[in-house]
């Protein structure tokens, strides 16, 4: 199974509201990424998440902030978005982070989030 | 700096025709090649990886690639395209060994016409 799940699948929010984005696997995998993605382009890579503990953080603002309670569960609570920060949110998971560039990125289905 | 090229921003091809997908890398050590499709909405799929070993691999849903390190380049294959074949398809390579972070190329729209 190299299933990573998502929720909600759709999210459609306000600029003042909060919301958060769950993302979830049962792999054993140690390690969990954020990625955001607008249309017709690449992921791009937000955050990383290695044992728990938050490894990588690529300058994202403080309007996205991403939390690891346990070793399958991945969040990422959002609050006063801007409209530019509609687009794809996807979660993957792999089996570790470091030392080995080949671990396999397994990515979920995604949140389509639309601010208004 | 570590890159991902593709060439073809979009390609449009017959069913049952040949594909095949450009990707083209800048990577100083050893890569790591993935390609990875993506239908409409969807989220990322793998479709077939390199590590090492034999340069040309294969995947699921028919499709293979080969590794051509003179070329820096992997490119993805399949003898004949079926038309839930398309969606966008996107190669990374695995970035520095400490990150685990993806280097994506650009993306290639494929298009399938009847």
């Known amino acids: 199974d190299t299933e990573v799940t998502q929720t909600p699948k759709h999210l459609v929010m306000g600029m003042t509201n909060k919301k958060s984005l769950k993302c979830e696997q049962h792999?054993?995998?140690?390690?969990m990424y954020w990625y955001k993605q607008k249309a017709k382009k690449p992921p791009e890579l937000m955050f990383v998440?290695?044992?728990?503990?938050?490894?990588i953080n690529e300058s994202v603002p403080s309007r996205f902030s991403p939390e690891c309670p346990n070793s399958s569960l991945l969040n990422l609570h959002l609050h006063a978005l801007q409209p530019e920060d509609s687009a794809l949110y996807l979660c993957?998971?792999?089996?570790?982070?470091?030392?080995?560039?080949?671990?396999?990125?397994?990515f979920g289905a995604g949140t389509r989030l639309s601010v208004l | 700096a570590q890159s991902v090229t593709q060439p073809d921003i979009h390609i449009t091809v017959s069913e049952g025709a040949s594909l095949e997908l450009r990707c083209n890398y800048s990577?100083?050590?050893?890569?790591?090649l993935f390609w990875y499709v993506q239908s409409p909405g969807q989220g990322l799929q793998l479709l077939l990886k390199y590590f090492s070993g034999d340069t040309l691999v294969q995947g699921i849903k028919g499709f293979e690639a080969e590794f051509k390190r003179s070329q820096s380049s992997f490119n993805l294959r399949k003898p004949s395209v079926h038309w839930s074949d398309a969606a966008e398809y996107f190669c990374?390579?695995?970035?520095?060994?400490?990150?685990?972070?993806?280097?994506f190329g650009q993306g290639t729209t494929l298009q399938v016409k009847p």
């Open positions: 990577y100083g050590a050893t890569p790591y």
């Open positions: 792999m054993g995998h140690r390690a």
């Open positions: 990374a390579v695995g970035g520095s060994s400490n990150t685990g972070k993806l280097i």
């Open positions: 993957a998971s792999s089996l570790r982070q470091a030392t080995l560039a080949k671990n396999i990125q397994y």
């Open positions: 998440y290695s044992y728990e503990k938050l490894s």
